[in-house]
Structures are given as structure tokens and as C-alpha cells.
């Protein structure tokens, strides 16, 4: 089921995402990948320190970048971290694009009804783990 506060914004995101991949940095995830990571994803809202920011949840990051790993085409390949970095640079302009539009406070209330604000140390406790690749995983792909 969808949640009332992403269909609220749901047009700024097509902004923000139109925007964003007309000038995703130079050195980043390419345009493919990038579609790749976002559909692997999810935005929350977080609470922190007294405000509430969009965060990208990267739940599925690790089983898409060992699928493309593992996949007979070359290239594709991404870095866990520049693709976390990637995606919350997205979320920054996309929360910058709700802002704009005066919708930022009504869409955090339709959350905060819907329990769907994450506390930052939650948020952060989800994603430590999910982001960072082992030290036994960068040994076993030393002899791959």
C-alpha cells in the first residue's frame, strides 16, 4: 500500500528525479545504475536533532550490486557507498523540491499520523550494516 505522504509528493519526485538525472555528477553512478540503485531503494523521513530530512533506506543495494557482479554484461558495477551518497544527494533535492512547492510541513504531518517518521537512531542502525562491505567480503572477492 502506497503512503499518503509519498503520493502527496509524488510530483516533486518526478521533478527532483527529471532534474537529478539530467545532472548526475561526474564520477558518480551512471544514469542505468542509478535507476537501478533508486528502484533498490527507499526514502524515509528521519528525525533528528530536531528537524526531519529525507534519507535513502538501501535495502536491496547489496543483493542488486552481487546480481550485476554476477551478471555476463560487463560494466554496471557499482560502489555500496557512492551509490548511498548518490541517492542522498537525490533526497536533498527532492526534499528542496518540496520545500519549494510549500508542501514540506502538511507531507511531515501525514507521516507523523502515519508513524512513519524514523528516529535517527533507528535509521541509522538500519543502514550501518547494509552499506558498509565486511572486511571478509572484500577478502573473499580477493580470490573470485
Request: glycine share 6%; charged share 35%; proline share 3%.
Amino acid at each position: 500500500m502506497a503512503k499518503a505522504w509519498k503520493e502527496y509528493v509524488k510530483q516533486e519526485f518526478m521533478k527532483a528525479d527529471n532534474e537529478f538525472v539530467e545532472n548526475l555528477p561526474m564520477n558518480s553512478i551512471d544514469l542505468s545504475t542509478f535507476g537501478l540503485i533508486s528502484e533498490a531503494s527507499s526514502f524515509v523521513l528521519v528525525r533528528g536533532e530536531g528537524e526531519v530530512h529525507l534519507r535513502p533506506l538501501p535495502g536491496g543495494l547489496s543483493a542488486l550490486r552481487k546480481d550485476i557482479n554476477n551478471s555476463p554484461r560487463s560494466g554496471g558495477g557499482f560502489d555500496l557507498d557512492d551509490a548511498v551518497k548518490t541517492l542522498t544527494s537525490f533526497g536533498e533535492e527532492w526534499e528542496e523540491t518540496i520545500k519549494e512547492k510549500q508542501k514540506w510541513e502538511k507531507m511531515v504531518e501525514m507521516a507523523e499520523e502515519e508513524g512513519q517518521i524514523m528516529e535517527k537512531e533507528e535509521y541509522e542502525e538500519q543502514t550501518k550494516t547494509k552499506t558498509k562491505t565486511s572486511f571478509i567480503d572484500k577478502v573473499k572477492s580477493i580470490f573470485k
